[in-house]
């Protein structure tokens, strides 16, 4: 079935150190969205990217679209502790209808 | 606004039982979607609805069933429980236009389903 695929699955850093998570699709996606779960919580919506080459930015959060549209970075800038959680990317592919979720990446920052 | 509520938070069942799972929301979002997370794993689709009366099947549709009578509602339904359902249970909605997916989606507290 159609795969939406992120890596690394786990990423531990210290405090202060930057971190990446990679989602990638072996077919085009219409829309890319980034999710966020805290230990014990639900899914928080972080951001939607929809555009060839879309980089948005939160704060020290940095989200890349690729520009065949079939990859999607997020970058974390000087990581804190209230970093930790999982990063989930969610892809929209073209008339699917509906998102396909990666397995996450598990951030654990070290103080 | 309460946002996506779900219940039970937690249940714990005997294989072979049936439940029902409880969301609803009130942000009159026509989209919503159940979910099951596994630990280390994504989140996998169930079933999923585009709004009252249509509901479509997900990545992993069986062992459940689901309706949707009115907006606000989506029960999902575990018709004899077993050990691989034992999940954490997500439900999510968001506003439609069209094509659920281009939204958002806001999710509920989670349902921890232990099935012995």
């Known amino acids: 079935g159609q795969q939406v695929m992120q890596i690394p699955q786990y990423q531990h850093v210290q405090e202060g150190e930057d971190f990446t998570t990679y989602c990638n699709s072996s077919?085009?996606?219409?829309?890319i969205q980034w999710y966020k779960q805290r230990p014990g919580g639900h899914p928080v919506f972080l951001i939607q990217?929809?555009?060839?080459?879309e980089v948005k930015k939160q704060k020290r959060l940095t989200f890349q679209f690729g520009e065949a549209k079939k990859n999607s970075s997020l970058h974390i800038t000087a990581t804190q502790t209230t970093d930790v959680g999982t990063y989930f990317c969610a892809g929209l592919m073209d008339h699917a209808g509906k998102s396909t979720f990666g397995d996450g990446t598990t951030l654990t920052v070290k103080p | 606004n309460a946002g996506v509520t779900q219940t039970p938070k937690f249940q714990v069942l005997k294989t072979g039982q049936s439940m029902t799972l409880q969301c609803a929301q009130d942000m009159n979002h026509e989209y919503m979607s159940w979910y099951r997370q596994d630990p280390g794993m994504g989140l996998r689709l169930i079933h999923y609805s585009v709004g009252a009366g249509i509901t479509d099947q997900g990545e992993v549709p069986n062992g459940y069933n689901v309706s949707r009578s009115t907006t606000e509602d989506f029960p999902l339904r575990l018709l004899s429980a077993a050990p691989s359902q034992t999940s954490v249970y997500f439900c999510a909605s968001s506003y439609s236009r069209g094509l659920a997916a281009y939204n958002e989606q806001f999710f509920g507290p989670g349902t921890r389903l232990t099935v012995l």
């Open positions: 077919t085009t996606l219409s829309n």
């Open positions: 990217l929809v555009k060839s080459g």
